[in-house]
Each structure stands twice: as structure tokens, then as C-alpha cells.
């Protein structure tokens, strides 16, 4: 089942004009004091999987009005952008066409709009696109001073006026995750006892611990992996399953969810649709790592530039392979750009570990190519979802693979959490 962005009021952090408060659960109402008139540009940054994109359109939701009073001193139409840009103008005439058909407005009355913040650019996971990108849509305020723009990003980015900082805070206690557990199966329409919420959250917990990097070092869980295994539970459920089978490592909630989307069958019970279903994985491992490419940073990737490369390949050769990835739910409905199309994944972290583990099945018990291979990487801001990704499945596939000791600092490889999903 394609994952849905259902939101679920969570803390946010706000930081504006050098000062911060902790938000519980923020609504039109008490951000509100934040968007002021002088306001131009919202800032929404943390890291892969903290739930930026929900929020953001949630925002566009609260910027609307739907519901009740608008976001701010009036209602404004959000334009969704979420693709590289070679002229933002005609970008947003596209948009707007889109959306409004005969009834979009000319350049004259498009620019009056976004002057006065009627309209407003929403521009999600711009860290992750390519630099021109990013430089045009930094830009905004060049063309409309008097614009506004909200942007999603891993990363604050370089803007030429003070913003508004939307910060996602983690689920750092079982409290918190059993809560946020409770409500993603109740508005997926599963009601469990509260027992089964516990144990879900317990699961999670225990994968947190044994994931030395990222998050789990201080318990604090980003809503996509409370959402992903909670998922899985509801899906064990509706099977007649136990939870445990539930993920017990944190590479395993992402694999598993894969493995789900590709509907894998129960061992034996199906052999030709487990061997369609490896050789989309196959494919997907593939695709993410044409996606992270040399930055390993998410990004949108070109079919036609992969079937090329991919010639051996009679999978990947294949356009059909790509709409079966995206009617899975692993790859968004892509951007046309000619005779070619721009694909993403739907989720980041899923293509940060899906090319996390084939970057690990390329090194195998290599300690050299490892070395290489995190030399390569390096320490950048924008390939830190990437490096948690590996050195997480490292630990977590250490022992099943043969990974070389060493790797890692020791004292830490101990921590390995039993029983391997069987997607590897």
C-alpha cells in the first residue's frame, strides 16, 4: 500500500528574529504571531524523515484558510514546486495554468499577486536539488520583494532576508511514540488495544537502540518511522499476523516497508510473483543509486540517462519497469521534460537506504572498498542521511554479510539485532 502523509500535530521549534519557542502542537493560532507583515520567507529544516513535507502542506493548508481562519493576515493560493528550474517565472506559469486553467492570470497580474502574497511559492526538498535550482528559487525575492516564500530543506539555505525557522522536533519517549502510533492507525481506520500500541512502540524502541547512528542515539524517532512501522503492524493485522514479525533494526523498518510495496509472497507460496517482485528490488536498487549519484543526496534522476547506462541491464532497459516502481509507491508520478522524464523517489530515506545497502553488497567483506567508499562520501552536510544509512546497515547486517571488521569504531558492532528481514 502507497504510503500517505497524514499529518498528526507534532512540537515544532520556532525560531524567528533570533528568538525560539517550543511549539507542542502549532496551528494558525499561535503561529500566527510569527507571520507578521515583514515576514517573507519560512524556513521548514531538519532531517530526512522528520515530516517537513507533511507540514509544509499543512501549511498550505492553514495559508488557505481551509478550515477556519487563514494562516497570517489574509488568505494566499500555495504553488507546490518540486522539480529543477531553469527559469522560476516560467515555472510558475505552468503552475498556475495547471491549476487555474483559462483562468490563470498574465505575467502582469501573476506578478502583482506574488508581490502582494496573495500567491506564494512553496518549494519542497530544495536542499536536495541541484545548485541552480537552488540559487533561482533563493532568488524569489528579487522578482517579488514583496512575496513569500516556504521552503523544505535538511539544511538552512542562504537567503537574502531574515526567515521564519520551522524546526520538527523527534519523538523522544515511548509516551510520545505510542501516542503518535494510536493516532496513525485510528485515522488509517485500525483500532488496536492499547497493548498492541505498546508493543508496536516497544519495537521501535528496541530497533532505536540498536542503531548506534542517527536518531537512535538519543531515542528520538522522526515521524516516518513511527508512520512505516506502524504501517507494517496494521498490514500484520489485516494478515492475521503477530507483531512479531514486526522490523527489529532500523534498516529493517525501511526494507520492510519495500518489501510490502513490492508484495512480496510468504516463502514458497508464490515463486513467479517473488521473482517479478526481486526483480523490481533489484531495480530499486539501482534507481537509488543513480538518485543519491556523486553528492548522496537524494535528487530527482533522468529515465532515459539510466535505461542508457543500464543496457545489460534488461529490467532497468524497460519504461514499464519505472511506472511499476511508481504505481508500488516507491517512485513519484515523474516531471516530463521532453521525451524524457525526471523521476524521484517518493521518500528519501527509503532511497538512502535502498542505495546504502547496494553501495554494502558492492563492498561485501572489502575492508579497502569500504574505506574507499566512505572516503568518497565524506563528510558533508548533505550526504549525512546517506552515511547514517550505511553505517547503520552495517551494523545491523554485519554478521549475516561478512562486512569486515574495523570499519567503524569498535565497541559497537556487538549490538546486533536478531533474526534478518528476508527482503536481503
Avoid at 516516518?224 to 514479525?245: C, N, Q, R
Wanted: proline share 7%; charged share 25%.
Amino acid at each position: 500500500q502507497v504510503f500517505e502523509r497524514i499529518y498528526q500535530p507534532l512540537p515544532v521549534a520556532v525560531e524567528s528574529a533570533g528568538l525560539e519557542e517550543a511549539l507542542a502542537a502549532p496551528g494558525p493560532e499561535n503561529l500566527g504571531r510569527f507571520f507578521g507583515p515583514g515576514v517573507r520567507a519560512v524556513q521548514i529544516v531538519a532531517v530526512g524523515g522528520a515530516g517537513k513535507t507533511t507540514l509544509a502542506m499543512q501549511l498550505c493548508r492553514w495559508l488557505l484558510g481551509q478550515g477556519g481562519q487563514p494562516l497570517g493576515r489574509f488568505a494566499r493560493l500555495p504553488l507546490w514546486l518540486d522539480q529543477e528550474v531553469a527559469d522560476l517565472k516560467e515555472v510558475v506559469d505552468a503552475k498556475l495554468r495547471l491549476l487555474l486553467e483559462e483562468y490563470a492570470p498574465d505575467a502582469e497580474w501573476r506578478d502583482i499577486l506574488l508581490n502582494r502574497g496573495r500567491l506564494c511559492l512553496v518549494a519542497d526538498r530544495l536542499s536536495e536539488q541541484p545548485k541552480a535550482t537552488q540559487g533561482k528559487v533563493c532568488a524569489f525575492h528579487e522578482n517579488w520583494p514583496g512575496g513569500l516564500l516556504v521552503l523544505t530543506a535538511r539544511r538552512p539555505m542562504d537567503l537574502p532576508l531574515p526567515a521564519v525557522h520551522l524546526r520538527p522536533l523527534p519523538l523522544d519517549s515511548l509516551f510520545a511514540i505510542t501516542g503518535f502510533i494510536d493516532r496513525r492507525l485510528r485515522s488509517k481506520g485500525g483500532e488496536v488495544e492499547l497493548q498492541a500500541q505498546t508493543d508496536i512502540a516497544n519495537a521501535l524502541v528496541q530497533a532505536l537502540l540498536a542503531a548506534p547512528a542517527g536518531p537512535g542515539k538519543a531515542l528520538g524517532a522522526t515521524p516516518l518511522m513511527v508512520e512505516l512501522i506502524a504501517d507494517t503492524a496494521l498490514l500484520l493485522f489485516k494478515e492475521g499476523k503477530g507483531l512479531e514479525e514486526l522490523p527489529n533494526s532500523v534498516p529493517d523498518i525501511y526494507f520492510s516497508y519495500v518489501r510490502h510495496l513490492l508484495r512480496f509472497q510468504e516463502a514458497g507460496e508464490d515463486a513467479a510473483a517473488d521473482g517479478a517482485a526481486q526483480a523490481l528490488l533489484d531495480a530499486a536498487y539501482a534507481l537509488a543509486i543513480a538518485s543519491v549519484g556523486e553528492r548522496f543526496s537524494p535528487q530527482a534522476f533522468s529515465r532515459n540517462r539510466v535505461m542508457a547506462a543500464q543496457k545489460g541491464n534488461s529490467v532497468l532497459a524497460e519504461a514499464q519497469t519505472f511506472a511499476a516502481l511508481e504505481k508500488a509507491g516507491l517512485l513519484q508520478s515523474p516531471v516530463q521534460v521532453g521525451n524524457d522524464a525526471m523521476y524521484r523517489f517518493l521518500l528519501d530515506p527509503v532511497a538512502e537506504y535502498l542505495a546504502a545497502f547496494g553501495y554494502a553488497d558492492e563492498c561485501g567483506g572489502d575492508r579497502q572498498r569500504w574505506r574507499d567508499l566512505l572516503a568518497k562520501v565524506g563528510e558533508r552536510e548533505e550526504s549525512k542521511g546517506f552515511r547514517l544509512a550505511l553505517e547503520n546497515i552495517y551494523r545491523a547486517y554485519r554478521d549475516l554479510k561478512g562486512y569486515p571488521d574495523g570499519v567503524y569504531p569498535d565497541g559497537l558492532e556487538s549490538r546486533q539485532p536478531p533474526n534478518p528481514p528476508e527482503l536481503i
